[in-house]
């Protein structure tokens, strides 16, 4: 790689957005997703209140209701969004639609799930999880 090429590449990587944890940043993220700010509702979220290792936490999200959509969002990560989840019309009528994933806590912090119904309701719910050897960490 010549030197221009290495400072173009490294001017262009400058101009990246950087990532911005903060609960600032995740509110924005979930009125970005859901269209407005959800009450507090009932969403079941099974996450370890203990986490040892923060690089593959287990949790998975519960709707007692049938809804279009859910989502997790995290306000300590360098991205909030973590995952979104979209139902379609056949899961519209389940009794109880859900998701199980693995994610990455960058440390102890709120984990909150959102759900989005399809009369455009929208409800959150999150759970503090305490991490104790931290994932998403920059050098």
Same mark, same amino acid.
């Given at each position: 790689?010549?030197?221009?090429?290495?400072?173009?590449? &490294?001017?262009?990587?400058? !101009?990246? *957005?950087?990532?911005?944890?903060?609960?600032? /940043?995740?509110? #924005? @993220?979930?009125? +970005?997703?859901?269209?407005?700010?959800?009450?507090?509702?009932?969403?079941?979220?099974?996450?370890?209140?203990?986490?040892?290792?923060?690089?593959?936490?287990?949790?998975?999200?519960?709707?007692?209701?049938?809804?279009?959509?859910? &989502?997790?969002?995290?306000? !300590?990560? *360098?991205?909030?969004?973590?995952?979104?989840? /979209?139902?379609? #019309? @056949?899961?519209? +009528?389940?009794?109880?639609?859900?998701?199980?994933?693995?994610?990455?806590?960058?440390?102890?912090?709120?984990?909150?799930?959102?759900?989005?119904?399809?009369?455009?309701?929208?409800?959150?719910?999150?759970?503090?999880?305490?991490?104790?050897?931290?994932?998403?960490?920059? *050098?």
């Amino acid at each position: 790689m010549k030197r221009r090429e290495f400072t173009l590449a &490294a001017s262009a990587l400058a !101009l990246l *957005p950087t990532a911005q944890a903060s609960d600032d /940043a995740m509110r #924005a @993220a979930i009125r +970005a997703w859901a269209g407005r700010d959800p009450a507090p509702g009932a969403l079941q979220i099974d996450i370890a209140a203990l986490v040892e290792n923060g690089n593959a936490v287990p949790v998975r999200v519960a709707a007692a209701e049938p809804v279009v959509g859910l &989502a997790l969002f995290t306000p !300590l990560n *360098p991205e909030p969004d973590v995952v979104h989840v /979209a139902f379609g #019309a @056949a899961a519209v +009528a389940a009794v109880r639609p859900e998701f199980s994933t693995r994610m990455r806590l960058a440390r102890s912090q709120r984990v909150v799930a959102v759900a989005k119904a399809a009369d455009g309701r929208c409800w959150q719910a999150g759970v503090d999880v305490v991490v104790t050897l931290a994932a998403c960490v920059e *050098p």
